[in-house]
């Protein structure tokens, strides 16, 4: 039962690991990531652009919450 959940972990993990939402710009000084969001409360998308350094460790921080999410998940419930 416990390789099952292993398994199941790390194929949630590994889907997670491209984003297709982010479509890179470029902009006059430096490299700039627009993304589609939708704001809290709407369900329309709006784009927005940050610096392409920030960006990428909102990512990686917003991936590894949502690996941490699920791992308490499983484990908290233990069916």
Do not use: F, W, Y
Request: aromatic residues 0%; hydrophobic residues 35%; neutral net charge.
């Amino acid at each position: 039962m416990n390789a099952l959940k292993i398994i199941t972990l790390s194929l949630l993990v590994s889907a997670c690991t491209t984003n297709p939402h982010v479509v890179p710009a470029v902009a006059s000084e430096q490299d700039v990531v627009c993304t589609m969001e939708k704001p809290t409360g709407s369900n329309r998308p709006v784009k927005v652009c940050r610096p392409a350094a920030g960006t990428l460790d909102r990512e990686d921080t917003e991936r590894d919450m949502r690996v941490l999410q699920r791992q308490t998940e499983i484990l908290s419930n233990p069916n």
